[in-house]
């Protein structure tokens, strides 16, 4: 009876244990596997399948052995938009920025971007873009390829091996030439791996030889670059080289250098060299005195284009991303581009950079969040009125422009001469700097809001100090103008 | 009979066998530890840990010391409580990111700042500091325990072992 009663209540209780240790087993051996997957991905940063080199410009067989990296990097053709940067929606080239605000068009007279001035598009699309753009029509010179494709091979070839010659030899070319030499050699690539990796060690690295010159010339200057301790270092030992970004560099500043060889003001043209103009320092004021101080063929003073209307020799600012955030509290603080353009991303037990480089509006908890501890929400007010007082700023200073302009003009047709109107387009050449300095930077004003707000709060007072010149040319000025 | 019973001490065996050969794997007796290294085991905490040997306090506090409740049954409620989250998080990858510290975690960290600094600061504390709208002591001393800024390392300074300019005149 006993036995019995045991064995007909044992077995379904014996079936049921075996069936729990079963399941027992099995959480076991899957969190064991998921362990180990864990503990994998944090050991392999990389395997190198197959081989690169200073000649593999395609990101493609990079991407065999850095698929992390090279999927993100792809992501840059996606359509982005912030409120105030951008394009998004269609695969058709981006709007013009020149319809949407008027006095661009007004300002950019007698240069190339009043044909064609659009919002940018990502990484992805740089080399296409450029050879897209109706600047075209005007010719343009080899230089722009420096930045818009991965040139480095072909300025090897260029220079029979030296890049250096090949770089200083690119700018007598047209763009058309260089751009059917770079489509035949196949490297015909936007910005790739190699040019901010050392193949072997992907170590960041500048390739771009006109980086290394302007970094080294801003180094030789005495502009105060407390944001830059590799260099304020290099000053304080002797000297006996060079500085060199690649020796001298901390790896947090590479992190800004190696976006610095593009996203900078430079004079890339038909008369000389690609320059980037840091040799005085890298404010509005540095730059705009280092094109003061330097000839343009037989002309003294160096300029971009002369105005079309008022005849003044103005200057044209390119995109000085790298010399603003140098002016900012970001850059003090020692926050480099690529910690708020490409945070760190966790992809399992590995951390590495995102290669979509992109506006840190679009992602803001990496961007933002790792530092400042408060909600999302509130980053991108706090922002965007940043930004917005930056635009409305930028309004007044192009409404001052072309008040300046419209003053120009009027005393002209009253029969004012060009020396007569001297100041006033001396001041026109000043305005136009500053105005143009904070509006082609693509931050808003983000990247160093104080020191935007100084440069168009100047742009706005000499613009003003030019319409009063131009409205009094005739007669005796009652009105003391600095014009320092 | 017998043969089952044997049968199901093998599973059994075989079960807590690879349990324990699991929890071996996963270093799972370091947790009992007072170890900083074993806050970082997953790769999760690095920046944190890194950051917390450049900041003011990796001398005399590790992990623990500020993020656990001192002694008794409160420590090990909270270690458990820790552990179970951070393992199924990092397990199933659901959790948000960048990770921030949690309410009640955040108490813990304001009780163990005044287990140490109570005698001087014991007459600006006078009042609750545990209320939600109270302020935390790291509200202003945020970069005590890991710096700046955590994820990235902190600026690095000019004056930092540089040679001040003009001292080669000498």
């Known amino acids: 009876m006993n036995d019995a009663s045991r064995k007909s209540v044992s077995l379904p209780v014996l079936i049921g244990v075996a069936v729990a240790f079963a399941i027992g087993t099995a959480i076991a051996t899957a969190l064991l596997m998921n362990i180990f997957e864990r503990k994998e991905e944090a050991k392999n940063q990389y395997i190198q399948i197959v081989e690169v080199n200073e000649d593999t410009t395609d990101p493609e067989k990079w991407g065999v052995n850095w698929p992390r990296e090279y999927e993100t990097y792809k992501r840059t053709a996606i359509a982005t938009r912030t409120r105030f940067g951008g394009h998004g929606g269609s695969e058709a080239m981006p709007e013009e920025k020149i319809e949407r605000d008027p006095w661009l068009k007004r300002m950019f007279l007698g240069y190339a971007f009043a044909i064609d001035y659009r919002d940018r598009r990502g990484h992805a699309y740089m080399l296409e873009d450029q050879e897209k753009t109706e600047r075209l029509s005007k010719p343009q010179s080899g230089s722009c390829l420096h930045c818009h494709a991965s040139i480095m091979p072909l300025y090897r070839e260029l220079g029979g091996g030296d890049a250096v010659k090949g770089f200083e030899a690119s700018y007598q070319f047209s763009y058309e030439e260089l751009n059917k030499k770079l489509h035949d050699s196949g490297h015909a690539f936007p910005v790739s791996c190699v040019d901010c990796h050392v193949p072997k060690t992907m170590q960041l690295r500048v390739t771009r030889p006109g980086f290394t010159r302007g970094i080294r010339a801003l180094a030789e200057s005495d502009a105060p670059v407390p944001h830059l301790p590799s260099v304020e270092r290099w000053r304080a030992g002797n000297r006996a080289t060079p500085y060199d970004p690649n020796r001298d560099a901390s790896r947090s500043e590479m992190r800004s250098f190696v976006c610095g060889q593009c996203h900078v003001e430079y004079y890339c043209g038909t008369n000389m060299p690609l320059t980037f103009p840091w040799g005085r320092g890298l404010t509005a004021e540095d730059v705009e005195e280092y094109w003061n101080s330097i000839p343009l063929g037989d002309a003294p003073r160096f300029f971009d284009y002369r105005h079309k209307e008022s005849g003044a020799e103005v200057l044209k600012a390119q995109h000085p991303e790298f010399e603003l955030w140098s002016q900012g509290i970001h850059a003090r603080t020692g926050v480099s581009c690529a910690d708020c353009h490409m945070p760190y991303v966790r992809d399992g037990a590995t951390k590495v950079s995102d290669h979509w480089v992109r506006s840190p509006l679009l992602n803001i908890s990496r961007a933002c969040q790792t530092c400042h501890r408060v909600s999302e929400d509130e980053i991108k007010q706090r922002v965007d009125k940043i930004q917005q007082r930056n635009f409305d700023l930028m309004q007044r200073g192009g409404a001052a422009l072309m008040g300046l302009l419209d003053a120009v003009q009027a005393a002209k047709a009253a029969g004012a001469t060009d020396e007569q109107l001297r100041e006033a387009l001396e001041l026109q050449r000043k305005a136009q700097w500053r105005l143009d300095f904070i509006a082609a930077e693509n931050s808003m004003g983000f990247h160093a809001p104080q020191e935007a707000a100084r440069v168009l709060g100047e742009a706005i007072d000499y613009a003003r100090q030019g319409q009063i010149a131009a409205m009094s040319w005739s007669a005796p000025r009652s009105v003391d103008v600095a014009t320092n | ?170």
Not at chain 2, 76 to 87: E, P, V, Y
């Open chain 2, 1 to 170: 009979m017998s043969k089952t019973v044997a049968l199901v001490g093998a599973l059994a065996g075989t079960m807590i066998g690879l349990a324990a050969f699991t929890f071996d794997y996963a270093h799972g007796l370091s947790y009992f530890s007072h170890d900083p290294k074993a806050c970082a085991n997953c790769h999760i905490m690095n920046p944190q840990y890194d950051s917390w040997q450049g900041a003011s306090h990796h001398t005399s506090a590790t992990c623990v010391d500020c993020h656990l409740p001192h002694a008794g049954l409160g420590k090990w409620i909270a270690k458990a409580d820790n552990g179970f989250r951070h393992s199924k998080g990092f397990t199933f990858e659901d959790f948000p990111e960048p990770i921030r510290i949690t309410d009640g975690n955040s108490r813990h960290l304001q009780v163990n700042c005044l287990r140490c600094h109570g005698d001087l600061v014991h007459d600006l504390v006078a009042g609750s500091t545990s209320d939600a709208d109270a302020v935390r002591c790291v509200h202003c001393h945020r970069d005590v325990g890991h710096g700046p800024t955590t994820g990235m390392g902190g600026p690095e300074l000019v004056s930092a072992g540089a040679v001040p300019r003009g001292a080669s005149n000498e």
